[in-house]
Each structure stands twice: as C-alpha cells, then as structure tokens.
C-alpha cells in the first residue's frame, strides 16, 4: 500500500465504509473454516458460545488506529494472545453491542462516552467454540484507560493502514488436535497477531477495503 494511499485513511471514512458495506446477508457467518475447508464448525458438529468483540478505530491526528489488547497467560481460553477487547454474551446484554461494549469497559476501562457504533460484520465461528460478532466502532480522544490485570497484560494500538494493508497478511499453520490448522498472521513489532483476531482484521479488509 503506498504512502498516498494510508494517507486516505480516517476514522470518519471507516465510519462511512462500515455503514454502507458491514451489514451482512442473511445468514451470512466467516470464521476459521474459510481457511481449513475440512473441519466442520456447524451447530450440528460443535457447541457455541456467544460472544462480542468491539474493533475500536481511534480518531488520532497521525491517522486512525486500531485498540488491541494482550491477554494474560493464565487465562484458560486464548491466553497470551492479542485480541480485540470483549467476551461471551451474557443473558442480561440486550445485544451483542452491548456486550461488547460492557466487556470493553471492564477489560480496559474505554468510556461508552468516547466510542460510537457504526456497524457489525457478520458471525465469525472459531475452532475454539465461539460464534463472535465483531462489532465496529470509533474512538473519540481524549480518553483514559483502566486496565484489569486479570484479563489484559497490554494495551496497544496499531495503525489502521497497516491492519487494512493485505501486504501485512501473511498465512501461517499449526498442527493441533493431529491436524495442520491454517491462519491469517500480522506481525507488528513485537506483537505477533494471529488466530480469530487476525482473521477478524482479514474479514473487515474484505468487507470494507479490498
């Protein structure tokens, strides 16, 4: 992606992209078997879990960025990854909005005040057992964060036009439960993004930018 190309990047154009382009069809889901063709991740094979995630786009002078966080690693799922904030859907969330927005404000204290809602990509189903709705919002600085130790080692941020760059897209494998598992891998620096959480990214580059 050139230089002139990420300089087209704001928050109030994702904001645009996702209004006009992140609603689904009727039905629609992504997850881990768009890579892995062979593992049957439907309800009639495996037990799901609901849960949220909100993909935070901050408004920064130098071009948006994405909030993500670094689990800890004693967490029993997912642990040590970097993930967007979020979890299960609890029976008192009256959407999946809404519980990705409590899970944010417990995890690492965002304000509901600084962020706004602007869409939703469609289920993303893991080989771990989730069915996960990616909600998309912005981030309105200033803002402080609050972070809780027993769910988050780090908070970071990394510039849209890089996650949005298919360049940056690498495909990697493991081999678990005997079988040769396939993902999308992003690394930045010193943090290795994989998994769910980068074919998250991979899905919201599909939908929004490609």
Known sequence: MSSLVANTFSAADFARRAMQRATSAVGEELGDHLLNPGIDLSDSAMTFRDAAVLVPVVDRNVGPTVILTQRTAHLRTHSGQVAFPGGSIDPQDASPEAAALRET?????L????IEI?????????????????????????????????????????????????ANHQRGSRTWQGCERFFYTMPFGEHHIWGVTAGIIRSLYERLYS
């Open 111 to 114: 304000s509901v005040a600084a």
């Open 118 to 166: 602007v869409g939703r990509l469609p289920i993303y189903r893991t080989g771990s057992g989730y069915r996960i709705a990616p909600i998309l919002a912005t981030v309105t600085p200033p803002f402080t964060l609050a972070i809780n130790p027993d769910e988050v080692a780090e908070v970071f941020e990394v510039p849209l036009a890089f996650l949005m760059d298919p």
């Open 105 to 109: 404000t417990e995890e690492i204290g």
